[in-house]
């Protein structure tokens, strides 16, 4: 089993910038996708990002793409996102996830079975 914990969760004004981290515990998570998804009050849990194992290839939501980016250390067991030019439309729980995918959508929190416990992001305007 594998444990995943962010941090860098806050509050910050819109225009400002956050660095989300998640490290894993109890099992490497190299070999497995890594995503962040959003739950904004009484909204559903949306995806953000996604990185591929490798690191390659990176997937972002149309509201977040040429803002945030996603990025990993696998040495560290510890993926990243960087969030840039913040609104408050971006103020949610942040969660970070892991799956063994390896092609097909990266958007499907179907296909994640690790998932942490999330931290809360607040943008004021």
């Known amino acids: 089993q594998a444990q995943l914990v962010e941090s860098g969760g806050g509050l910050v004004q819109a225009g400002g910038s956050l660095r989300l981290s998640c490290a894993a515990s109890?099992?490497?998570?190299?070999?497995?996708?890594m995503g962040w998804f959003r739950q904004a009050p009484g909204k559903e849990r949306e995806f953000a990002a996604a990185?591929?194992?490798?690191?390659?290839?990176?997937y972002y939501a149309d509201s977040v793409k040429g803002r945030f980016t996603i990025s990993r250390d696998n040495a560290k067991n510890t993926v990243y996102l960087q969030m840039n030019s913040l609104k408050p439309e971006d103020t949610a729980v942040y969660y970070c996830?892991?799956?063994?995918?390896?092609?097909?959508?990266?958007?499907?929190?179907?296909?994640?079975?690790?998932w942490g416990q999330g931290t809360q992001v607040t943008v004021s305007s």
């Open positions: 990185i591929s194992w490798s690191g390659g290839n990176t």
């Open positions: 996830a892991s799956g063994p995918i390896w092609s097909g959508s990266y958007y499907d929190e179907g296909r994640y079975n690790y």
């Open positions: 109890g099992r490497t998570l190299s070999t497995y996708a």
